[in-house]
Nanobody, 120 residues
Framework: QVQLVESGGGLVQAGGSLSLSCAAS????????MAWYRQAPGKQRELVAS???????NYADSVKGRFTISRDNAKNTVYLQMNSLKPEDTAVYYC??????????????WGQGTQVTVSS
């Protein structure tokens, strides 16, 4: 069994910064892709940023230049640094990790979600 525990988030004024982290624990052989998604009220969940095992990153156009995703493989942790936050960034943020529990079996695990609220 693999669990993801998210931390960070909260309330911030527009233009401010927040940092999220998501740590995996349990039966982990290795972790490939790590990603952050978000879901605003009444909207579909969308990909915010992703990072693969080699460190290559991908960002939604709406966050490019403001958000930075990074990972610490030794800690099985992915981070999201969010700067220059806007009210439209308000959402519940979820982390997702592609976890191999052995050499052959891969599962996708979601975090519990953390609320980010940006006031104008």
């Amino acid at each position: 069994q693999v669990q993801l525990v998210e931390s960070g988030g909260g309330l911030v004024q527009a233009g401010g910064s927040l940092s999220l982290s998501c740590a995996a624990s349990g039966n982990i052989f290795r972790i490939n892709d790590m990603a952050w998604y978000r879901q605003a009220p009444g909207k579909q969940r969308e990909l915010v940023a992703s990072i693969n095992s080699g460190g290559s990153t991908n960002y939604a156009d709406s966050v490019k230049g403001r958000f930075t995703i990074s990972r610490d493989n030794a800690k099985n942790t992915v981070y999201l640094q969010m700067n220059s936050l806007k009210p439209e960034d308000t959402a519940v943020y979820y982390c997702n990790q592609e976890v191999y529990v052995n050499m052959f079996l891969k599962i996708y695990v979601w975090g519990q979600g953390t609320q980010v609220t940006v006031s104008s």
